[in-house]
């Protein structure tokens, strides 16, 4: 290890030790890599707050919306196929998508008035968040459908949770919702597999992503962490029985993965190295090149404001950055405040966990903790600091 690691190995152990020795975590696993090997690993606390076990580099966690570029990945490897069509009407693959309008607003009763979309919903849509969906926790007018509709929430996994309204019509701006959830079953529905069975096949296994699943096996769960809950007086609680479905009625591809910090690494690399992987090649190098840039035009990602105040906080990475979408990652198109040049790729999970991916520079990271809410306000910094010990 050189001078420079080293201090920069010194620099991030200190900050991470520190956040958990002042309780602003339980527990944190960070890892870093160029296109070769790691060249960051440290873990630190506990996974669950009054238990012994110590966070490890394989701690087990749930990864949510770290589960997308998985699930897009997959999808990508059919478009190479030609068995899907990113331009093409979605409710050729999946015709129950068909069926689902435009929200204008509600009667004096509370229910729900709509109309069919000007245009139809696109794979490409789905992949950028662009299709109109979005998700209860951000929208009251999501909530406000499914209580009028009896709806269930997405978290359920139940198939029924996948007909909630569009808010606005396909393509006409950039709202986070339950595109992916949607892009999996088209997959699903092209490939004749449930869609962790077609992953494990065709992605986690020659990505050598062993403990990353939709099912938590036994040798999992001995490894995993608990969720935390951020009371109003800032302290931790974890929640021992907050989990995603274990018989869900479908794989959740927008949010419903475990994994740990070295599988996604794993994933991280391959991106790094343009679709290969342990020698490889698991997508095309211009497959990885179209996912990596803009896909949505003049749409930019704008602030999610929150409706579900104990599961997420306001989220938006870098305000005032202009961000696009890939297929599917957020892009940053000018430096961002950690040091990320402009092209970088990130994502996160609902329970504050964070990826970022630089194609520039040929280095990304995994940060994984197990707190709600999303963007927590001691999370969230601790990983823009080790983020940024990376152009420091």
């Known amino acids: 290890m050189s001078t420079d690691q080293a201090s920069r190995k010194a620099r991030i152990d200190a900050a991470l030790r520190g956040a958990v020795d002042a309780g602003d975590v339980p527990g944190v696993v960070a890892v870093a890599t160029d296109r070769q090997s790691v060249i ?21 966690v749930w990864i949510a919306s770290m589960t997308k570029a998985i699930t897009a990945a997959g999808v990508m490897q ?69 209580a009028a509709k009896g709806v269930p929430g997405i978290i359920s996994c139940e198939n029924a949770a996948l007909m909630t309204p569009l808010l606005f ?21 092209v490939s ?30 001995t490894r995993l962490a608990k969720i935390h809950q951020r009371g109003d007086d800032g302290a931790l609680e974890p ?16 949010g419903g993965l475990y994994s740990t910090a070295g599988d996604y690494l794993q994933f991280v690399r391959m991106i790094l190295n343009r679709g290969k992987a342990n020698g490889q090649q698991v997508l095309k190098p211009e497959t990885v090149d179209l996912m990596s840039r803009n896909n949505m035009g003049n749409n930019r990602v704008t602030m999610l404001t929150t409706a579900a105040p104990p599961l997420t906080n306001d989220a938006e990475f870098f305000p005032g950055v202009p961000k696009s979408w890939g297929l599917s ?64």
Do not use: C
């Open 40 to 60: 960051y690993e440290g873990a630190f606390g506990k996974r669950a707050l009054g238990q012994p076990a110590p966070m490890t580099l394989d701690t087990v």
């Open 78 to 146: 059919l478009v190479e196929q030609g068995k899907l069509d990113l331009d093409a009407p979605a409710a050729k693959v999946v015709p129950d998508i068909a069926a689902i309008q435009v929200l204008e607003g509600f009667d004096a009763g509370g229910q729900p008035r709509t109309r069919p979309p000007r245009r139809p919903i696109t794979l490409r849509h789905l992949l950028t968040h662009t299709a109109g969906f979005g998700y209860e926790m951000w929208s009251t007018d999501v909530a406000n459908y499914q």
């Open 169 to 189: 019509d396909p393509g006409d701006k950039w709202y986070y919702g339950i595109n992916i959830d949607w892009a999996g079953k088209m997959l699903e529905a």
């Open 192 to 221: 004749g597999q449930r869609l962790g069975a077609y992953l494990q096949k065709n992605l986690l296994a020659p990505l050598g992503m062993t403990s990353t699943a939709f099912k938590i096996t036994p040798d999992m769960r």
């Open 239 to 254: 929640q021992m029985e907050l989990e995603i479905p274990q018989e869900p009625q479908f794989d959740m591809g927008g």
């Open 329 to 392: 990652f957020q892009i940053n198109e000018e430096k961002a405040p950690t040091g990320r040049p402009a092209g970088g790729l990130m994502w996160a999970g609902l329970a504050n966990s964070y990826y970022w991916i630089d194609p520039t520079n040929g280095i990304g990271g995994v940060y994984l903790t197990q707190i709600l809410p999303f963007a927590d306000k001691k999370s969230l910094p601790l990983y823009y600091a080790f983020e940024s010990a990376f152009y420091s």
